[in-house]
């Protein structure tokens, strides 16, 4: 049997009126580990008789209000919560201090009135992050020919690695560059001026700079690992140097057999007296 379009109408708006009543879409929040982050609530409704804050299917905060001067009921789920949730008492938005990373996720709440067929809810998803570290450079490929340099630089962090991006500053050309990415490739000659590299990493709530690399220390330290010369030079002094150690450990080898030498040396007494004395002896008498 055909469904009449006003039938139709009819049945959305029943859907509309029995289902719950909501703010809008997902509100995305984020914070700092160790700070603090508020859930802001708006709504329009009146003769509020609960309102009930949840974490991942968990009641975290419940509040009923009071329509006289005594202060509202509030009943907190966890002891370790107690000391870092507030709300404020105009619309109770939530505040949540100390924050970790396991903060992160999916929040809501949910208003109940008498005046509602379904309860007022509005949801949330908060992530919670690091201040970033001082980003790090890592030299890759390298070589440096007639006077050209060419290598590659990699930006990276030690912590605090999520949800970061990567930008490069490159200082001392006719007008400053800049270059997305973690991987900044680099051509540089003798004859040009010399450039600065700085890489910047962000993420949503902080972000850190590197110490500035150089184009010409950078590619000198290249040149240096590549000359064949410096290389004969610190085989040599390699050599010398084993060679002086070797000699030292013999002497002192030598050194240490004479003293055992000595150490097991006896010296025999002289027992004969003296020239020109003679030895006394006791007489024992035989009476016999």
């Known amino acids: 049997m055909p469904v009449s379009p006003a039938s139709l109408s009819l049945i959305f708006l029943l859907c509309q009126l029995t289902g719950p009543a909501a703010s809008g879409a997902q509100q995305e929040l984020v914070g700092a580990v160790g700070g603090s982050v508020t859930f802001p609530l708006t709504h329009s409704v009146d003769r509020i008789d609960s309102i009930i804050w949840i974490f991942k299917s968990t009641t975290l905060?419940?509040?009923?209000?009071?329509?006289?001067?005594?202060?509202?009921?509030?009943?907190?789920?966890?002891?370790?919560?107690?000391?870092?949730?507030?709300?404020?008492?105009?619309?109770?938005?939530?505040?949540?201090?100390?924050?970790?990373?396991?903060?992160?996720?999916?929040?809501?709440?949910?208003?109940?009135?008498?005046?509602?067929?379904?309860?007022?809810?509005?949801?949330?998803?908060?992530?919670?992050?690091?201040?970033?570290?001082?980003?790090?450079?890592?030299?890759?490929?390298?070589?440096n020919k007639n006077g050209t340099c060419v290598t590659n630089l990699t930006c990276f962090l030690e912590r605090g690695g999520e949800d970061v991006t990567y930008s490069w500053k490159t200082l001392g050309k006719t007008s400053n560059e800049s270059h997305n990415g973690s991987f900044l490739p680099i051509t540089w000659t003798l004859r040009e001026k010399d450039m600065t590299f700085i890489c910047m990493a962000r993420n949503p709530i902080s972000s850190n700079s590197s110490n500035p690399i150089f184009a010409r220390k950078l590619c000198e330290v290249i040149a240096g690992d590549l000359d064949p010369i410096m290389c004969l030079r610190i085989f040599l002094l390699l050599i010398f140097l084993v060679l002086v150690s070797i000699i030292i450990w013999r002497q002192r080898r030598k050194e240490s057999n004479e003293e055992k030498r000595m150490d097991t040396h006896l010296e025999i007494p002289n027992c004969s007296p003296p020239s020109g004395e003679t030895a006394e002896y006791d007489t024992i008498s035989n009476p016999n």
Do not use: C, M
Request: glycine share 6%; no cysteine.
């Open 61 to 143: 905060i419940t509040i009923q209000p009071t329509t006289t001067n005594k202060p509202d009921t509030v009943i907190v789920s966890k002891n370790h919560n107690k000391g870092r949730v507030d709300f404020l008492h105009g619309n109770y938005s939530l505040k949540l201090s100390k924050l970790s990373k396991n903060d992160s996720g999916a929040y809501s709440v949910q208003i109940h009135s008498s005046s509602l067929q379904e309860p007022f809810t509005q949801e949330y998803g908060l992530r919670v992050y690091e201040h970033l570290s001082k980003p790090k450079i890592t030299l890759g490929l390298k070589s």
